[in-house]
């Protein structure tokens, strides 16, 4: 296993953490609807911010353009599958922003439960096939360039000290949803 792709399922393994939470968010009604919108506008910033932003550019900017450049299919292929779900998904957080803005937390839940089982179904791919096809044909160096590149991309888009500020904030998700 790379340096790159390892790097990628550790995120996998924050984002189906995040998911988790974010299911029990919205099976509970322990809080009042604002309450639950000040967390909701909180998951929503966690998944434009390190989902989409940090993760999701890191595959898309530097992976999946490697993974091209040795021959694997974009369209009609993996990397254009992962590309489309990357859309479907953010389509998926702007519903639950819109609805979070419109105070429907009804909208948010529906939006949440598409977006999580999108991320679970597209998560299992990555780990399970586009990662190991990328283990295979980039090697260990070209890994290491690219973590090179993915840690500049953090510092360049995400920003410094944002990774500690998201991550202690999944603590106190994870805290007041009583999730482990």
Partial sequence: MGKATQDLRKEHDVILHVL?????MVQTDHYDVESRLHYYSEVIYFLK???????????????????VNK???????????????HDEARG???????SVDNKDVDGFNRAAAQ???????HIEKENGMLFVIADQVIS?????????????????????GVHEKLHAM???WAKAFSVE
Avoid at 20 to 24: G, R, S, T
Avoid at 71 to 85: A, F
Avoid at 142 to 156: C, S, T, V
């Fill in 49 to 67: 911010t390190f989902s989409d932003k940090c993760h999701h550019g890191k595959e898309e900017n530097y992976l999946f353009k490697e993974l």
């Fill in 71 to 85: 021959g694997v299919p974009n369209e009609d292929g993996p990397v254009g599958v992962m590309l489309y779900e």
């Fill in 170 to 172: 999944i603590g106190t």
């Fill in 140 to 160: 260990e160096q070209e890994q290491d360039l690219l973590f090179k590149k993915f840690e500049q991309h953090e510092e360049n888009v995400v920003g410094h």
């Fill in 20 to 24: 988790e939470v974010l299911n029990k």
């Fill in 115 to 121: 977006y999580c089982d999108l991320m679970r179904a």
């Fill in 92 to 98: 998926f957080i702007a519903q639950m922003s819109e």
